[in-house]
């Protein structure tokens, strides 16, 4: 195993940039993307359920091969794993830009999900292997404000694109940036970063997750079908097994005894779970609404949503460095009492409802998840080992991402309940409104819930 010193800073350098733009036009891509859906649905004919499965298909597959992938890294390295993963996600990008049906831009949106996967489980383990840890809290703020960064200018820019150059658009935009990444990580990135090397990988054990998370998450997704209960209960079977096979041998994909054992660990990974969930859809809905029921071009509802990620881009670097200083935990529950305040104002969304009204709530939900991811985030990274960040960081990515699939699966549990197979139009603007209203009842609720998650977790270790 390669080593790199922690004061080379080329390497530390390009292992910054490296996640930086990666984690810039990730999310700018999905909300750019949540902002094209009424044109995607009307130029591939696909109705309110297909429409929800861009966005979820791309989380689904993301969810299902993010821990073992995590494992895969420590053991092989890093800094290879991310490398296959932006190659993977930068063709599968192409192939949605000429996607020529719904069927097959989810397809290809499964398979971005799939090179995700392979990045997000090793960007930040990438940046703090070379980072000292009395800095760590900064790396992560710089990170997070990038990800922040792409999600603001994703409703904005892609609205822009969207209106006046088609959805394809957004999908030949961030070709370049994948091509920039490689480049960096051959010319700049030296060195690899396995602190597993030479252990075995637990190929019974990636089984039952996977197949565990696709027939819970699947199964979710179809209620209140009959069927679903079945699919839902075979999912919990298999991840039964997983952890009863993680628990008995010694080198498992997810080490049960840090959720067992690390209170600060386990509770953290819990709220962001927990936030996730009451966050993720909010993007979704609110595209749906500005553009059916209230009228707006893709280009003016995307200047409305912007308020939400301008609000993290900006909060986010000043909370992680403030919880190097400060106990995390406190800081992150602070942030998800804030959001629940934004979350509860939109809530009570109807027909009527003024545009100040939404940019306030949405700019006190970004202050609120702003505060809130960074300090957490760094609360993960510092409650374990070095030789765990790997494990680390895909159990957080995957709570992350399950959290997403929750919230979307809620979000699409009130398009069954209320709209059905119907397609979305302005026609159907009582609907649309009855599943924003819905949605956000649960949305507070749950991020109220994880307050108390939140807290805890205890003192930062």
Excluded at 191 to 214: P, V
Excluded at 390 to 398: K, P, V, Y
Excluded at 431 to 437: L, R, S
Aim: proline share 3%.
């Amino acid at each position: 195993m390669a080593q790199t010193n922690n004061s080379d800073k080329q390497v530390i350098r390009a292992a910054l940039w490296v996640s930086m733009i990666g984690s810039f036009f990730t999310p700018f891509m999905g909300a750019s993307i949540n902002i094209a859906l009424p044109e995607i649905g009307q130029d591939l004919d696909m109705n309110a359920i297909m429409l929800s499965w861009v966005a979820s298909s791309f989380i689904l597959a993301s969810s299902m091969v993010l821990v073992p992938v995590g494992r895969i890294a420590d053991i092989i390295g890093r800094k290879r794993v991310y490398f296959t993963g932006i190659i993977i996600f930068t063709l599968a990008t192409l192939l949605c830009s000429i996607s020529f049906s719904g069927t097959m831009l989810i397809v290809s949106r499964a398979i971005q999900g799939f090179g995700g996967a392979l990045m997000f489980t090793t960007s930040l383990a990438l940046v703090l292997s070379v980072y000292p840890k009395e800095k760590r809290g900064r790396a992560v703020g710089y990170v997070t404000a990038t990800v922040y960064v792409g999600l603001a200018l994703g409703p904005s820019l892609g609205g822009v694109l969207t209106q006046y150059f088609g959805w394809r658009s957004l999908f030949f935009l961030n070709i370049p940036p994948g091509l920039a990444i490689i480049f960096i990580i051959v010319r700049y990135l030296k060195g690899e970063w396995a602190e597993a090397k030479g252990e075995k990988f637990d190929i019974k054990g990636a089984f039952f997750y996977a197949s565990g998370i696709l027939f819970l998450i699947y199964g979710l997704t179809r209620m209140p079908d009959i069927q679903a209960i079945g699919l839902v209960t075979t999912g919990i079977i298999l991840l039964i097994i997983f952890i009863v096979i993680q628990l008995k041998i010694s080198q498992p994909l997810i080490n049960i005894s840090l959720l067992i054992k690390n209170r600060a660990f386990a509770y953290s990974n819990l709220a962001a779970l927990i936030n996730y969930a009451a966050t993720f859809g909010v993007g979704f809905l609110l595209s749906i609404y500005l553009q059916y029921v209230k009228g707006f071009s893709p280009r003016d509802a995307g200047l409305i949503l912007v308020s939400q990620p301008v609000m993290m881009a900006c909060i986010s670097p000043f909370a992680g460095r403030l919880s190097d200083k400060i106990n995390p935990g406190i800081l992150a529950s602070i942030g998800m009492t804030i959001s629940v305040a934004g979350l509860t104002i939109i809530s009570f969304a109807g027909q009527q409802t003024s545009i100040i009204t939404f940019i306030i709530s949405l700019s006190v939900l970004g202050c609120g998840f702003g505060l809130f991811s960074s300090p957490n985030t760094n609360a993960v990274m510092s409650a374990v080992d070095k030789k765990d960040l790997g494990i680390a960081s895909a159990t957080l990515g995957t709570m992350r991402l399950l959290g997403q699939m929750l919230s979307m699966v809620i979000v699409m549990l009130a398009i069954n309940l209320i709209i059905g197979k119907l397609k979305l139009s302005a026609e159907i603007s009582d609907k649309i409104i009855k599943v924003v209203k819905h949605s956000f009842y649960l949305f507070s609720l749950l991020c109220f819930l994880g307050i108390f998650a939140s807290l805890a977790r205890g003192k930062k270790s």
